[in-house]
Nanobody, 122 residues
Framework: VQLQASGGGLVQAGGSLRLSCAAS????????MGWFRQAPGKEREFVAA???????IYYADSVKGRFIISRDNANTVYLQMNSLKPEDTAVYYC?????????????????WGQGTQVTVSS
């Protein structure tokens, strides 16, 4: 499975960005998808996840009510990020989970994209 993340950039606090992650190499509907982020000097942290069917969705408390994860029927998962804050600044990674149960743990994901930088200025 190859994952290609895009959509990052520089935005002012309060602004919005939409990240995309295109998957290839395996049937998209067979895996759950997640977004993680890593800020400089910090560990990678969970942001959001969506199950194979889209019926289960999880968010980190820090982004709940501001971020929305979704997926289409083709091969792409999205992360709509609204009301961005400077503390959202990080490299954002998408990941694919081939397991049966959707997880929020990074070790549960089998494939990772290359990351896209999101910078929120104050």
């Amino acid at each position: 499975v190859q994952l290609q993340a895009s959509g990052g950039g520089l935005v002012q606090a309060g602004g919005s960005l939409r990240l995309s992650c295109a998957a290839s190499g395996r049937t998209f509907s067979t895996f759950g998808m997640g977004w993680f982020r890593q800020a400089p000097g910090k560990e990678r942290e969970f942001v959001a996840a969506i199950s194979r069917s889209g019926g289960s969705i999880y968010y980190a408390d820090s982004v709940k009510g501001r971020f929305i994860i979704s997926r289409d029927n083709a091969n792409t998962v999205y992360l709509q990020m609204n009301s961005l804050k400077p503390e959202d600044t990080a490299v954002y990674y998408c990941a694919a989970d081939t397991g049966v149960v959707l997880t929020t743990k990074a070790y549960g994901y089998d494939y990772w994209g290359q990351g896209t930088q999101v910078t929120v200025s104050s």
